[in-house]
C-alpha cells in the first residue's frame, strides 16, 4: 500500500520559515500533480497550493500566494512546501495528497493523503 510521508513542521516565531517535505513510499506521484492542504482546529481542510507534474504549473490560495512556494523534484518522488513570512493564522496540520481528477482546491479531487505534519506559528 503506497502512502505519502510528511515531515518538516514545527514551532516557529510569526515572521520566520519552515520547509515542509512529501515524501513517498511504494506510490508513484510522476505525471501527478500534487497538492499541500491545511487544517486548523475546528475548520474544514482548505487548499494551500498545488503543482502539475511536467509543466511545473503552480496554484496559490490568495492566502499564501507571496509567501509560500511548491515545488517538487521527480527523480526523488518528493514535494516540497517552503513557506516564508509565517503568520498565527497558518497554524494548521498540513497534508500533501495525489489528485486525480479536476479541481486541484478540491479535497475530493485527491485519492492519496499523508498522515500530517503540524505546523505551529506563535505570534
Known amino acids: 500500500q503506497g502512502q505519502l510521508v510528511e515531515s518538516g513542521g514545527g514551532l516557529v516565531q510569526a515572521g520566520g520559515s519552515l520547509r515542509l517535505s512529501c515524501a513517498t513510499s511504494g506510490l508513484t506521484i510522476s505525471g501527478y500533480t500534487m497538492g499541500w492542504f491545511r487544517q486548523a482546529p475546528g475548520k474544514e481542510r482548505e487548499f494551500v497550493a498545488a503543482i502539475s507534474s511536467f509543466s511545473g504549473s503552480t496554484w496559490y490560495a490568495d492566502s499564501v500566494k507571496g509567501r509560500f512556494t511548491i515545488s517538487r523534484d521527480n527523480a526523488k518522488n518528493t514535494v516540497f512546501l517552503q513557506m516564508n513570512s509565517l503568520k498565527h493564522e497558518d497554524t494548521a496540520v498540513y497534508y500533501c495528497?495525489?489528485?486525480?481528477?479536476?479541481?486541484?482546491?478540491?479535497?475530493?479531487?485527491?485519492?492519496?493523503w499523508g498522515q500530517g505534519t503540524q505546523v505551529t506559528v506563535s505570534s
Open positions: 495528497a495525489r489528485k486525480i481528477k479536476s479541481g486541484y482546491d478540491r479535497t475530493d479531487s485527491y485519492d492519496y
